[in-house]
């Protein structure tokens, strides 16, 4: 009797923590410092390009959090957006595809992070793309040239916040690249996770 009265006495102090630790989890301030990273495949179908790939984007800034549920920020990044090819990781063709658009380049911008419940969250980011990248040009007599600007970017996501400081998300981002008849236009929708300090 005393073994079932125990057993039912850390049962019940079992299931009064529980929300208590759950309650702890969720976040409350999703501002300040923070870096992320997404991985994922991009598309390009401008002109003489029409193929998929493997990109990626490194992130780190600072947002203000305006609420519970909103953070707003500055972010700053480097991004490589068409020339990796993984699966040549197992064969014996090249991982960096030469004869691809090589698009590159830093980014710079705003963004937000809005939580729809205390772990649910959409994002948003725009700004300015200092791009490099070779490409051919779109005309009768197509020839590769070397480019780099400064264009702009733009991205939506959706994810889950862990805890106050880790979060995966599933993203879509597009980063116009245009210049001298050569469009190397690439969107990416990749899978993203972010530490936040």
Known sequence: MKKTL???ALVSAGLVAAPAAFAQSAPSDNGGWFVNGNVGRTSINKGPYDGHDTGYALNGGYRWSLS???ALGV??????LGNIHVKNVFNSNNVVDSGRSQLHGWTAGVNGH???NPNWYISARTGLYAWKGHGL???SNPIRESLDKTSWYAGAGFGYDFTNNFSVGLNYDYFDAKKH???LSTDMVSVSAEYRF
């Open 114 to 116: 809005f939580n729809l």
């Open 137 to 139: 040009s779109n005309d």
């Open 181 to 183: 008849n050569v469009d």
């Open 68 to 70: 519970p549920n909103v």
């Open 75 to 80: 972010e700053a990044g480097y991004n490589d």
């Open 6 to 8: 125990l057993a039912l």
